[in-house]
Structure formats: structure tokens, C-alpha cells
């Protein structure tokens, strides 16, 4: 059975418990200190490759210690299983041993494998792990900057400044492997998921970061297209982008897109469809797209979504389309104008 282990700090941690034990996993917490720590002395609980690696122990986990263990923290999760880090040198994990215990956490996980009480909860998950893998190289990267300025500072060729050296040292090192473990994660978590790459790109921004996968179904040609990119807060206004190539080549006949919210997970979801045209036509006509919930009414978020809608609505890009937006029952309603010369010109070099 899988265990998770969640961050205190984590938004919604409670409620989350509630959503593993319904899926068939235990869980527990992953910084059991009243001070926020992991282990004694580390403080920074996003870290979590470089705090086993200082505090040298393994991961616990009840019953099985071969079972496969989660650890979800604030910025990330991170799969592996305990008697990975037994035996390991303290300084220098071997990354193939890594790798297997990533992978073996994998194969054996009740994610992948056992039967959940709906295969949306499987998926939802598994795309919730895959937007959080990016985080934690954000968030590594602006600690080792911090204390590496800090270190500067306070480097006075004593003993203790060769320690702190050192320790940075170890933070740098165990930085450049988590940029390889998110990479190797993300190809298998990309591939449970069923798409064929994962593309991250450079604009992704850490206080709103969203996540838009974009499939293209061919409606002449069986053949599925997937891709996967990260875009800027005006999450939106970038899928009108896409979404307006799209059109102006008049390629896609379907186009399914999942939007997520980095913080909330998978209650930020949303599904976005794009109607079909009519058959057999080269001139693309007004298409609707219509947002819809992943898996939740929208209902129970309907000032969120009318928030969003309001904020799209007023970004200029939309504004110089001329795309409307409205909310209505159950789904939001986007409507594109007719693509010609001028607009493909906007969508393909917006001001």
C-alpha cells in the first residue's frame, strides 16, 4: 500500500488525509516538529532530497518497508521508497539508486495500479503531481541565491565559514540532481498520464503558475497529437493564442485543454472543449469553447470563476479579439470570432 506523508504547511493537508484514505492510501505527516522542521536542522522542509541526505535516516513508513512512499510538501512531491536510502554514502546518493526508488515507487504505487473509486480521482491526482514536480526547483533555486549572498557575507575563513561552505556545496549538488529527478518524473509521470511530452518552457512564474495541457484529436487523421507547456498569468489570454492558431490553420477539429491552479491543486481544474466546426469546411466560422469542470460542479465556484472571467475579459489581448465571455448554469461560455488575416496576425504577435 502507498503512504503519503504531507507537509503541515501544505494548503488543505486535512482534507487531502480525507482524499487518500479514499483512495486506498494511508498517510501521515512529513514534519512531525512543532517548529515546521523535517528533521532536526533542517528547516527548509521543500528540500527534502538534501535533508535526508544531512540527517542520514531513512523515510519511515508503517507495516511494509519496502512499500512505496510519497512525501508531498509545499513545493512538491517527491516518490521513492524507504530502504532506498539505506546503505547510501552520506554525501553522494547514487543517483541510479535514486532512480530506482523513484521508479519502484512508480510501478507499485496504488496511483498507478490498484483500482481507485473512480478512474478521475487516478487521473486527477497524477496530474496534480505532475504540475507540482516544477516547483521545488523554484523554490531550491531562490534558497541557494539567499544563502549563497548570505554565506558571502559572513565568510570569514574560519572553520565555521568553511562549513558553511560546504553545506552549500551539498544544497548546489543535491539542487542539480532534483533538476534531474523532476525531469526523469515528469517523463514518467507524463507517460502514465498519456501524452507524449512534457514541455516546460520559461515562463513559468512562481506566484501564478498554470499549467495548460493542450491536446489535438484530428478529426480526418486518427493520428493525436499532445503537448504540454507551462504559460505566463494571463493564462487565458495565451490559450486564446493557441487556441487562435489553431483555428486560423483550421488543423484541429477537437482541442481539449486542462487549466490548474498551483496552490489548490486539483479543485482550481478546469476543462476547456472546443466545439468542432462543420465538416469537410476550410473556413473556419465562430467557434464556442466551453469551460467545464474537471470533476466538480462549477457551481460551488462561481465567484471564482466570474473573478476570471472578469480578469480575462479586461485583458487586452481578449479585448482587441473581441472574444466574449459569459457564465451561465453549470459552464462558461467563450465565444472567438471569426479568424481572418488581421486577427491571425494579432494572435501570432500580440501587442
Known sequence: MTHVLLDRNLAAASGLKRRLRRWGMTSGW???????????????CDLVLAAAEAAACPVPHPGDPMAPVILLGVSGPVLLSRNAWQGLPQNEPDDGLLRAAIQHALEQSAILHQEADAEGDKEEFLAYLSHELRSPLT?????????????????????????????????????????RSVEWNQEMLVSSLG????????MAVPELEVMLAQRFTMQMDPVARNCTVHTDPVALVQLLRQLGRALAADRPRAVQVLLMTPSGGPR????????????????????RVELVSARHSIGSRRRELAALVQHVSSASLA??????????EDRIHLTLPEVDTTTEALLRNPA
Do not use: Y
Open 30 to 44: 512529513f514534519n512531525p516538529q512543532e517548529d515546521g522542521t523535517c528533521w532536526p536542522g533542517i528547516l527548509d
Open 139 to 179: 523554490a531550491a533555486k531562490t534558497s541557494l541565491e539567499v544563502l549563497s549572498a548570505e554565506l558571502a557575507e559572513l565568510d570569514t575563513g574560519d572553520d565555521r565559514s568553511r562549513e558553511r561552505r560546504h553545506l552549500l556545496a551539498i544544497l548546489e549538488r543535491n539542487l542539480g540532481r532534483l533538476q
Open 195 to 202: 501524452a507524449d511530452k512534457l514541455h516546460l518552457g520559461d
Open 268 to 287: 482550481g481544474g478546469l476543462r476547456l472543449t472546443l466545439a468542432a466546426g462543420p465538416e469537410n469546411t476550410t473556413t473556419p466560422d465562430t467557434r
Open 319 to 328: 479585448a482587441r479579439l473581441g472574444v466574449e465571455l459569459a457564465v451561465e
